[in-house]
């Protein structure tokens, strides 16, 4: 990574850290969560900076992949998990957090654990960590609270405009002694008092990219075109298309993916139903440095 790439990064951190601040001042129970998400996205969009994915909101059971759709009447309860992707041309952060809206202890102990997780393996990580000690860690502690991790979500590797790139982090130990090297990193612990693992549940709304193609209709082509302009090889949502384009957008996206173009992400259920917290910060990793990019006053 050169200078430029390094200082980009780190801006992006911050914009997410700051965009996380900003978050918390506006998720309260009952407000709807179209609400929020066009908030926080707009939120990034004045501080320069575009979404690097559609903000997750997912709500107890639904452990990720939840983002509302352009009509959705889901108001704020439970223990919502809040996923924030931020990018500047390219250089991304993730960030992610955890609030108790019903002022449960249950709740605020998965947080805290979750929370404990993330900043224990921060703690680990470097050049020459080996990815299952970090997964170790995350075991550990969450199994010394006597809670689970979600073993099959994991942290990962990130590159220019992909969230999740090379390697994964796990959070168990998977006996996989692949050496962490030079890059950026998302750590995000996940925490549960269920089954440990999640289930694919409906359709999300966020579409990626999957392949090369074109479609017949002059209008689903000038929406493809927009998507491919737009967000790249980043995932973007049903609700992001009905802003720019209204219903015929919905329609035109729906072609786009039965020609296999698009692809779209389930949401991701606790196999036993059970609430789950999560906690995630992105660490740069260079020779010189280790920086938590989206923690604010490091």
Known sequence: MNQTEITKIKEAGKI?????????????????????????????????????FPVNLSINEISAHYTPSYNDTTLAHGLIKVDIGVHLDGYIADTAFSLDLE????????????????????????????????????????????????HNLSGHSIDDYEVHSGIAIPNFDNSQEIEIIEGLYAIEPFTTRGAGAVKDGKPSGIYHIQKEGSVRDNFAREVLKYIKEEFKTLPFSSRQIYKKFGSRGLLALRQIE??????????????????VAQAEHTVLLTQKEKVITTRLNK
Not at 18 to 42: C, F, G, M, N
Not at 258 to 275: M, R, V, W
């Open 258 to 275: 039965q020609f296999g173009i698009i692809n779209q992400y389930p949401q991701l259920i606790e196999k036993d139903g059970a609430i």
């Open 103 to 150: 002022e449960s202890q249950e709740n605020k102990k998965l947080i805290e654990i979750a929370e404990k997780a993330r900043d224990l393996a921060l703690e680990e990580i470097k050049i020459g960590s080996k990815v299952n000690e970090i997964g170790r860690i995350i075991e550990q502690t969450c199994s010394s609270n006597n809670v689970l991790p979600i």
């Open 16 to 52: 997410a850290a700051h965009v996380s601040e900003y978050a918390r001042t506006i998720i309260k129970k009952s407000v709807p969560l179209l609400e929020i998400a066009d908030k926080i996205e707009e939120k990034i969009k004045e501080l320069k900076a575009k979404p690097a």
